[in-house]
Nanobody, 118 residues
Framework: QVQLVESGGGSVQPGGSLRLSCAASGVIVRIHVMGWFRQSPGKQRDLVATIVNGGATNYADSVKGRFTISRDNAKNTVYLQMNSLRPDDTAVYYC????????????WGQGTLVTVSS
């Protein structure tokens, strides 16, 4: 069993910054990919950014240049630094990981709300 626990969401004014964290725990042999997705009310869940074990990253066009994903392999933790936040960044942000445990698992966190509003 593998769990992801997110933290760092909250409310911020446009132009502000937040940093999200997601820590994986449980029986973990290897974490292949960690990423962040987001979902606004009435919309589908969309990719924000991913980072693979070797460090290569991928970003949605809407966040390029503003968000940075990073990971600490020793802590099984992924971070999302969000700068220059805009109202349309408001969403529930979910952490996702592809993990080798006793089998290969896709695991999701419970989500953390980010609200950008003046």
């Amino acid at each position: 069993q593998v769990q992801l626990v997110e933290s760092g969401g909250g409310s911020v004014q446009p132009g502000g910054s937040l940093r999200l964290s997601c820590a994986a725990s449980g029986v973990i042999v290897r974490i292949h990919v960690m990423g962040w997705f987001r979902q606004s009310p009435g919309k589908q869940r969309d990719l924000v950014a991913t980072i693979v074990n070797g460090g290569a990253t991928n970003y949605a066009d809407s966040v390029k240049g503003r968000f940075t994903i990073s990971r600490d392999n020793a802590k099984n933790t992924v971070y999302l630094q969000m700068n220059s936040l805009r109202p349309d960044d408001t969403a529930v942000y979910y952490c996702e990981a592809i993990v080798s445990s006793d089998t290969v698992l896709e695991v999701w966190g419970q989500g953390t709300l980010v609200t950008v509003s003046s």
